[in-house]
């Protein structure tokens, strides 16, 4: 892959955003460690600097499987932060079906094409319609709910505000890619910034995530002090 | 899918690119803050919601003690004014120079003391009736209502009568308390402001659910009023009545009849269950 400079320089930062989580993480190990939503991103982050990391030594023979194992792990990273947070009983196991659906669909699609065109584009645009309507269930549950204490306080407005960037973002430029992929290129580089900034977005779950364990700890530690 | 497929034009491709994807972001950005702002809203309607709530129960609070104020002042009054001089007086009486005295007036002496402690006695007992009405301890809310509505028909001035349809079930002793002093309130505010001829109570029980209903024909207040007066600085009875509700987790509605000639009140409340300890 030919890069000019500015683009290189926004994979390199794209690439490295992935590390972002993973050093939030660990910078809150003691608070975080049992946390399976923080442990699914730092997973998925870590997947994904790889995968990015290795892109370029990647040969063309592999691309079909390297765009396959890329669109699942962020399928079901995604999925995952949302269903953990959806408490519809029947929307979850909805959102199960679909997804071994998507699944099966997704490796039909890809290894029975003859040509695969650098990018899973179809698979990739159906990914993106389902975490939209994860998310637009979830944000419409909660809507339902609504709970003391500010939307933006909790931890998985943070993530589901990063997924629903960079899908949004990058959804044309994905089903554009297969058919013309000259020009989703040459754009290309936009969809990294708005990956980054789920990245970033991301830390900010983790953080609000780890202080929430805090403050959990703390009221939890002050006795009942109450005369009666 | 089909569109982009037909589209032959790199300047078309584009510019569905650019606006496909800036359509996207709108769409998320304008869900994302009309939530965000939606819950704001939602939230700070709540917290209206709760200082509305703290505040009325202050006023109901203070009032309350203003009232538990008002009827010890009352109560010392009663004492001071009436059982301490009727107490001196019966001293009096019986001063040391009545062993001096002769055998018929020192019999006299005692028989007046006697008549004042008895006069006394009297005055303590009503005292300590007004306090706690001895037929709602002993014989119950439909004893202690009949009782209530005989004494004022039996003043003459007005015709009040109760009835009670089904009260096999008695509620408990403290909820009969709180509703007799309900009922005396509101009988109180009849006899002071609305200038009846009648007064007349009925009681019967429906569901789970415990009905009395109050009917005069003098001038009355409707739910409205009631509500207002409540919120405001003056129906401290009102307020009292209302917080008396809340304990016995109860609703007062005050309405006019549909011939407009009576008003009623009408006070629900759960019945006890019979198994709660």
């Known amino acids: ?40 991103i730092v997973i998925y982050s870590v997947i994904i600097f790889l995968l990015l990391f290795f892109d370029d030594f990647l040969s063309d023979h592999y691309r079909k499987e390297y765009s396959t194992f890329y669109t699942t792990i962020e399928y079901l990273c995604f999925t995952y932060i949302i269903a953990e947070i959806i408490r519809d009983r029947s929307f979850r196991i ?19 094409l003859r040509q695969f065109h650098r990018i899973d584009s179809v698979p990739i645009g159906i990914e993106t319609i389902l975490i939209l309507i994860y998310a637009f269930f979830l944000f419409y549950e909660q809507f339902k709910v609504m709970e003391t204490g500010y939307i933006y306080s909790k931890h998985w407005f ?54 929430r364990q805090v403050k959990d700890k703390n009221s939890s530690s002050i006795p009942y002090l109450d005369m009666v | 899918m ?52 703290i505040e009325q129960q202050k006023m109901m609070l203070t009032a309350s003690i203003k009232l538990q104020e008002e009827e010890r002042q009352r109560l010392a009054a009663d004492l001071h004014d009436d059982a301490g001089p009727l107490l001196a007086t019966a001293r009096l009486y019986l001063n040391e120079n009545l062993v001096n005295q002769d055998k018929s007036t020192q019999l006299q002496s005692i028989y007046q003391a006697r008549q004042i402690i008895d006069d006394t006695i009297q005055l303590i007992r009503n005292i300590s009736h007004s306090l706690m009405p001895p037929t709602l301890k002993n014989f119950g809310l439909e004893s202690a209502v009949n009782d209530l509505f005989q004494k004022i028909s039996g003043s003459g001035t007005i015709n009040a009568s109760s009835r009670f349809h089904d009260y096999s079930d008695r509620l408990k002793p403290e909820k009969e308390l709180v509703v007799f002093r309900i009922i005396q309130e509101l009988i109180n505010n009849i006899l002071k402001h609305s200038n009846s001829s009648f007064i007349h109570l009925t009681e019967n029980v429906h569901g789970d659910k415990f ?63 019979p198994y709660e300890s």
């Open chain 1, 1 to 40: 892959m030919k890069f000019h400079k500015i683009e290189r320089l926004f994979f390199n930062i794209l690439n490295y955003s992935f590390l972002l989580p993973v050093l939030s993480f660990v910078l809150f190990f003691n608070k975080l460690r049992f946390k399976r939503v923080a442990i699914v």
């Open chain 2, 211 to 273: 009905y009395l209903r109050i009917h005069h024909d003098g001038r009355g207040i409707v739910q409205s009023d009631f509500e207002k007066l409540t919120k405001s600085n003056i129906g401290l009875g009102l307020k009292n009545i209302s917080s008396r509700m809340r304990v016995v987790h109860g609703s007062i509605n005050f309405e006019k009849d549909i011939s407009q000639t009576y008003y009623k009140i009408t006070l629900e409340l759960p019945k006890d269950d």
């Open chain 2, 2 to 53: 089909f569109f982009l497929q037909v589209t032959t034009n790199h300047s078309d491709v584009s510019l569905v690119l650019f606006l496909g994807t800036l359509g996207m972001l709108v769409l998320v950005i304008g869900l994302i803050l009309f939530i965000i702002f939606h819950q704001r809203r939602v939230i700070r309607y709540q917290q209206k919601l709760q200082n509305l709530e």
């Open chain 1, 158 to 211: 943070w993530f589901v505000t990063g997924i629903l960037f960079y899908l949004s973002s990058s959804f044309f430029f994905n089903i554009l890619a297969s058919n013309n992929i000259e020009i989703a290129g040459r754009y290309w580089y936009l969809t990294w910034i708005f990956e980054t900034i789920k990245n970033i977005l991301f830390v900010v779950g983790i953080i609000l995530l780890a202080i």
């Open chain 1, 94 to 112: 909805l959102m199960l079906v679909l997804s071994i659906s998507f699944i099966l669909f997704e490796l039909l699609v890809n290894f029975s």
